[in-house]
């Protein structure tokens, strides 16, 4: 007899082995970009920013020739409305000081790391008596307004919030890369599978920008069906169960189309198939078919269920073996039932709540020794690494 043997830690496996749900879902035609809105007189988001108040050099340190000396005058050239004598409260080189690029290049970090400024250099020029170091910063500029364009009327307010853009605060790139990606996601969880975000940035002046959050919504999607290719030994409420219960009443015939949320409910399909005994089952990348308008899809996944599991012998390692009887008791379930993932869990539970009650101590996990000519898995009970104290 072939019989094929296997350690593998039954509850930490069955839901990442035997399913391929993790790859990426099929989705519609990739869309260009969204237009860029006519300019009009109320929306400022729009046209080439205003020249700088200077040309910052981008090197942490510059100079016309080799800088070798004593620093005779450090000076701060801010565009902005902080307070140069706080910025020079922060540097470590004075004047007096030796010039050191490693201690400047320290300045430059420790002024980046503020999160104040979108630009820090330093310029080196000769002076009498060493050389100026002049410290050129350029503030991040604040929102002066916020605008969301493009949206349904009814999801303003929504996207609004779902952004998190305010005038007044502190403008930065990766918070507006952050609200992008926000609406986008709550556009598709609100039925729009193929909106499109972008933003656009104009700078109004030296210190302020205003920022536009341009929507292409596109049309809502509705679920038309969800077929499962293959499937033959559960049935669909079955499978419909699972997937409502993964949280979610997205994915469902009739309801709204949510790619985000489909690989996760396909894990709550593989885990149906598990409870059923299937523990070999496959689920192949989703495929979605779309309505010639797009606003209709069917969620095609195939399966391939495999064999119906049973539970073979079930034992005790040691020190469990010694109350092995009043172990099996609790259970509940035998040699010869179907195998159900959830019902080893919950007999798993039962387990570690009755050793602590004797005074065991370790966590309890089943080892697993599948057969596949007999299509039975036994389990092995088994006390993990640590201080067992006698029952």
Same mark, same amino acid.
């Given at each position: ?14 839901? %990442? ?5 993790? %790859?990426?879902? %099929? ?49 701060? *050239? ?33 002024? +980046?790391?503020? $999160? ?57 790139? #990766? ?26 940035? *104009? ?27 293959? *499937? ?65 899809? #069917? ?10 599991? *049973? ?10 073996? #010694? ?5 099996? !008791?609790?259970?509940? +379930? ?22 602590? !009650?004797?005074? $065991? ?19 092995? +009970?088994?006390?993990?690494? $640590? ?5």
């Amino acid at each position: 007899m072939n019989r094929l043997r296997s350690r593998t830690l039954l509850v930490l496996s069955l839901l %990442a082995s035997s399913c391929t749900p993790g %790859a990426p879902v %099929a989705q519609s035609p990739s869309h260009p970009p969204p237009s860029v809105p006519d300019v009009d007189a109320a929306t400022r988001c729009f046209g080439d920013p205003p020249a700088s108040l200077f040309a910052p050099q981008r090197l942490p340190l510059r100079a016309d020739a080799p800088v070798d000396g004593v620093v005779s005058d450090v000076q701060v *050239r801010l565009a902005g409305q902080l307070d140069p004598s706080i910025v020079r409260g922060l540097l470590s080189i004075r004047a007096g000081d030796p010039v050191d690029p490693e201690r400047v290049r320290a300045d430059v970090r420790r002024l +980046f790391a503020l $999160g104040n400024f979108e630009d820090v250099s330093v310029q080196a020029t000769p002076s009498p008596g060493g050389w100026t170091l002049t410290y050129m910063l350029q503030e991040r500029p604040i929102v002066r307004r916020a605008w969301v364009r493009g949206a349904p009327p009814p999801l303003q307010s929504d996207l609004e919030a779902a952004a998190g853009q305010h005038a007044g605060d502190l403008f930065a790139p #990766a918070s507006l890369h952050r609200a992008v990606d926000a609406m986008r996601r709550r556009l598709v969880e609100l039925g729009y599978a193929h909106a499109k975000v972008d933003s656009f940035v *104009r700078r109004t002046d030296a210190r302020t920008a205003d920022i536009c959050l341009w929507v292409e919504a596109g049309p809502a999607v509705r679920v038309q069906s969800v077929v499962f290719e293959g *499937r033959a030994k559960l049935d669909e409420d079955q499978l419909e169960t699972a997937l409502r219960n993964a949280g979610s009443e997205a994915n469902l015939p009739g309801g709204m189309l949510d790619p985000s949320v489909l690989e996760v409910q396909l894990l709550h399909a593989t885990a149906a198939y598990y409870d059923a005994g299937m523990v070999n089952v496959r689920l192949g990348e989703p495929e979605l078919r779309y309505s010639e308008d797009q606003t209709r899809v #069917a969620i095609h996944v195939s399966v391939q269920e495999g064999d119906v599991f *049973r539970v073979g012998k079930v034992t005790f390692a040691v020190p469990m073996n #010694a109350n092995a009887a009043r172990y099996g !008791a609790v259970l509940g +379930f035998g040699q010869g039932d179907v195998f159900s993932r959830s019902k080893v869990m919950a007999a798993i539970e039962r387990l570690q709540s009755l050793r602590l !009650a004797e005074g $065991g101590a370790g966590s309890i996990e089943p080892v697993t020794v599948i057969d596949p000519e007999k299509r039975t898995i036994d389990l092995t +009970f088994q006390v993990s690494e $640590g201080k067992t104290s006698a029952p």
